[in-house]
């Protein structure tokens, strides 16, 4: 009965190629969101999602595109992988978009790009 | 500017001893909540305790405890009764109010327990 889940565990790619990864949340959450961490282990926001629509759309590249085909679900499609997208990407949930609740994370998708 | 700052080295502690782990913060936002999370060495991200800045108590959870003092914007996490399993990495992050609000997160202390 996990919380939120993702898939793939492990993505490893070339360089050029176009991956999606998927989220999914069983806690009937209205808010998910997308993270990435570096190398470095430093952890930043790239998205969110309230209810399907998009609230948090933070200065990343294009070639990110998120998709929600419901509440339950979020996506994270990434277009022509650059070296410099590798990381580990968290998809999270919250219950929803308030300063309070709090961001249940996902086991992360390690994402190698070669 | 840095809304979230750790500046501790990695930390050590031994078994059975408490530890403090130190945040600030920096907002002027009257309503902000923090946040604690645990990165164990097999990745995962764990939520371990919230405290709201108009909470008047400071929150517990089990062994964690959060040493809130608004008035210096410090958040330290305090663990008692360490376990080798507490052996991760910790993140102090804060969300402000607004539905557009992000979560920041502080880069992150190591702690290493030593049995």
């Known amino acids: 009965d996990t919380a939120v889940s993702q898939t793939p565990k492990y993505l490893v790619t070339q360089m050029g190629n176009d991956k999606s990864i998927k989220c999914e949340q069983n806690l009937g959450h209205d808010t998910m969101y997308w993270y990435k961490q570096d190398s470095k282990k430093f952890l930043k926001i790239m998205f969110s999602?309230?209810?399907?629509?998009?609230?948090i759309n933070e200065t990343v590249p294009n070639r990110f595109s998120p998709k929600s085909p419901d509440k339950a679900h979020l996506n994270l499609h990434i277009n022509s992988l650059e070296l410099g997208d590798s990381a580990v990407y968290f998809c999270?949930?919250?219950?929803?978009?308030?300063?309070?609740?709090?961001?249940?994370f996902g086991p992360g998708t390690r994402l190698l790009v070669l | 500017a840095q809304k979230i700052t750790q500046t501790q080295p990695g930390m050590f502690v031994q078994e059975k001893e408490a530890v403090t782990l130190d945040c600030t913060y920096d907002t002027s936002d009257p309503s902000y909540g923090l946040f604690w999370y645990k990165q164990p060495s097999s990745g995962e991200m764990i939520f371990l305790i919230y405290?709201?800045?108009?909470?008047?108590q400071n929150a517990t959870e089990g062994r964690y405890s959060l040493n809130f003092q608004k008035a210096r914007k410090s958040a330290n996490l305090v663990i008692s009764a360490s376990q080798l399993g507490d052996s991760a990495m910790y993140f102090c992050a804060m969300r402000e109010g607004g539905a557009n609000s992000k979560l920041t997160f502080g880069k992150g202390i190591t702690l290493s327990v030593r049995p």
């Open positions: 999270a949930s919250s219950q929803d978009w308030r300063v309070g609740e709090t961001q249940y």
């Open positions: 405290q709201g800045s108009y909470d008047q």
């Open positions: 999602y309230n209810n399907k629509e998009l609230i």
